[in-house]
Structure formats: structure tokens, C-alpha cells
């Protein structure tokens, strides 16, 4: 009996301390979390790429403590990469409320200015990201962006060229200066450029094609050739390049390579407007005046230009009158 006495003893200590262990481990899965650790949940739920869940903790971390700046940043940025820029624009004012100098959040939030075209909005944002971080490469390009689109292009030229001197391998920045160029009628800048690009990406078709477009500006229609031929080098289907050739083979009169080149674009672009005109004019040269005519009018049933329409309707009553007058065919 005194064995049985405490056997029951010890069975209703371990259920006491069984029970006192459940409660513990319950009142410690259901305690109200801290701001701090749900924006510590966040952290972890944003490095496994579950955005919702992330989105959740870091709303539940603010209700509980408003005075949080990094909260409020790392809220933007998950909602910039969903897309929701308004929200995300929000969320990066609420930052910059406690944070006003907050390098990234001024960045990020003018970048989100810029794509909503609101530009002014953008340009000043970024000049206070600069005017704390003048060194910082990316925000001289996002500036060069946003001055670009305002059609400020010697501001977008100094803009690209400073980020370019702090980053000497943005292939980025180093094409969108050597554009800028090309419409500011400096080719040899552009040139130069495109080849600083070639030199960080060999194989980049932009600036390759670019380069072959700036050299047909500068009137070098040899470099012309060789870059549009190092441009289908990289892709055989690039239809502009075609285009391009058949351009510098025309003004290098060499008729049979331009036509040739001019359909082999249209065969890859049908819907191709500019192919159509340059090849009736090669035809015209040609004195092929039959398909000179017929290239010309399936020019104008693409192109929207009303001057350019205009332009070719009188252009096609001269050809109409050359071929009506007998003027030699070409076989």
C-alpha cells in the first residue's frame, strides 16, 4: 500500500509539471509578438521570397510602433517590386518623415516619380539624394533619366558622363550617353561611346547597331557596312540592321546589295514601313520605276505621316508619268 501511495504521488507530480511545461510552451506560441519581432518575421519571410506574409509582419510591426523608419522602407520596396507604386510612394514619405536624409528611400522614391512621368517631382527628389551623396553612380543615371525625357539633353549628357566617371563599367549609362550624343549631332562622341561599350560587352547588339547608325550620320559608309554586318554577326534576324545595309550599299551606289538587303529586312519585318520606302527608292534608282511604284504605294498604306503621305502621293505621280512616258525598264 505505501508503494501504491507513492507511485500515485509521483504520477500527479509529473502530471502537475507536464502541464505546467504545456502552459509555458503555449503562453510562448500565442504571446502578442513585439513590433520588433514581427518586423524580425518580416526579414526572415522577405529572404524566402514570401512578399505576403513579409507585407503582413511589417504592417503588424507598425500598428504596434509608428516611429519606425526602416519599417517603412522595407514596406516600399515590397511594394515597388509588386508594382504598387502608390502605395510604395507612400510608404517611402512615411521614411523620409523620420528619416529626411535617407539616401535610398529619396532614390527609390524618385525613381517611382520618374515612371509615373512626373517628372519635376523626380528631378527634385534626386537632387537631394545628390546633394547628400554626390558620389553615389546610380543617382546621376537616374537623373540622366529623368532629364533625358524632359528633353534636356545636355543636362542628361553631364548627368550620364558623371556617372559614368564614378562608374567606369556601366554599360548602361555608357549606351544611353552615346544616344544622347547621336542627337546632339556628336558623333564622334557617340562613336566613341559605343565603343567603350563594345570594350565592357563585345557582343552588346544595341551599341554595335548604334555604332553602325552614328558612322552612317558621320558619312562613313564603310564603317556603316562593318558594323551592321558585325550587328547580324550577333543576331542574323535583326531586321533594322538589314535595313540599315541596304542603306549604305544605296548611297555607296551599289544597287543589287541594297535590294538585296532591303527584302531580306522586309522578310523579316513585312510590317517594315521605312524597308518599303528605301527599297522604291532603290528601285527608282534602278530605274525599275513598275516596282518602284508598287513599294512606294504599300509604303502608304503603313505610314501615318500626313506630310510624309503627301510627300509620296506627288512622289508617285512623277514615277506614274515616267513609266507612262516610256522611259526604260530595268530588266
Known amino acids: 500500500m505505501q508503494s501504491m501511495g507513492l507511485w500515485w504521488m509521483a504520477a500527479i507530480v509529473a502530471?502537475?509539471?507536464?502541464?505546467?511545461?504545456?502552459?509555458?510552451?503555449?503562453?510562448?506560441?500565442?504571446?502578442?509578438l513585439s513590433a520588433v519581432g514581427h518586423y524580425n518575421l518580416a526579414l526572415d519571410f522577405t529572404a524566402q521570397g514570401q512578399t505576403e506574409k513579409a507585407i503582413h509582419h511589417l504592417l503588424c510591426s507598425l500598428a504596434l510602433d509608428t516611429e519606425q523608419a526602416a519599417a517603412y522602407y522595407n514596406l516600399a520596396v515590397l511594394y515597388q517590386q509588386q508594382q504598387r507604386l502608390e502605395e510604395a510612394q507612400e510608404q517611402y514619405e512615411n521614411a523620409l518623415t523620420l528619416e529626411p536624409e535617407d539616401v535610398l528611400s529619396l532614390y527609390n522614391l524618385g525613381l517611382i516619380q520618374y515612371n509615373q512621368k512626373r517628372y519635376e517631382d523626380a528631378l527634385s527628389v534626386l537632387d537631394r539624394a545628390?546633394?547628400?551623396?554626390?558620389?553615389?553612380?546610380?543617382?546621376?543615371?537616374?537623373?540622366?533619366?529623368?532629364?533625358?525625357?524632359?528633353?534636356?539633353?545636355?543636362?542628361?549628357?553631364?548627368?550620364?558622363?558623371?556617372?559614368?566617371?564614378?562608374?567606369?563599367?556601366?554599360?548602361?549609362?555608357?549606351?544611353?550617353?552615346?544616344?544622347?550624343?547621336?542627337?546632339?549631332?556628336?558623333?564622334?562622341e557617340a562613336i566613341e561611346s559605343y565603343l567603350r561599350v563594345l570594350e565592357l560587352d563585345p557582343n552588346n547588339l544595341e551599341a554595335t547597331y548604334e555604332l553602325s547608325i552614328s558612322k552612317a550620320k558621320s558619312g562613313d559608309w564603310e564603317g556603316t557596312i562593318q558594323y551592321c554586318q558585325k550587328t547580324l554577326g550577333i543576331d542574323p534576324n535583326y531586321a533594322r540592321a538589314y535595313n540599315q545595309l541596304g542603306l549604305a550599299f544605296y548611297c555607296t551606289n551599289r544597287l543589287p546589295e541594297s535590294i538585296e538587303n532591303y527584302k531580306r529586312a522586309l522578310e523579316l519585318d513585312p510590317s517594315y514601313a521605312t524597308?518599303?520606302?528605301?527599297?522604291?527608292?532603290?528601285?527608282?534608282?534602278?530605274?525599275?520605276?513598275?516596282?518602284?511604284?508598287?513599294?512606294?504605294?504599300?509604303?502608304?498604306?503603313?505610314?501615318?505621316?500626313?506630310?510624309?503621305?503627301?510627300?509620296?502621293?506627288?512622289?508617285?505621280?512623277?514615277?506614274?508619268?515616267?513609266?507612262?512616258?516610256?522611259?526604260?525598264?530595268?530588266?
Open 130 to 188: 545628390l546633394a547628400i551623396a554626390p558620389e553615389d553612380a546610380d543617382i546621376h543615371y537616374a537623373r540622366g533619366l529623368v532629364l533625358e525625357e524632359q528633353n534636356n539633353l545636355e543636362g542628361a549628357c553631364q548627368a550620364y558622363q558623371s556617372c559614368c566617371e564614378r562608374d567606369a563599367a556601366n554599360v548602361s549609362a555608357t549606351l544611353l550617353l552615346g544616344k544622347v550624343f547621336d542627337r546632339l549631332n556628336r558623333f564622334p
Open 15 to 32: 502530471i502537475v509539471l507536464l502541464a505546467a511545461g504545456l502552459g509555458y510552451v503555449l503562453l510562448r506560441r500565442f504571446k502578442p
Open 275 to 331: 524597308a518599303y520606302n528605301n527599297l522604291g527608292y532603290a528601285y527608282e534608282k534602278q530605274r525599275d520605276f513598275k516596282n518602284a511604284i508598287s513599294m512606294f504605294e504599300y509604303y502608304l498604306t503603313l505610314t501615318q505621316d500626313a506630310t510624309e503621305q503627301a510627300d509620296i502621293k506627288t512622289h508617285l505621280e512623277l514615277l506614274g508619268n515616267k513609266l507612262a512616258g516610256g522611259q526604260k525598264q530595268a530588266e
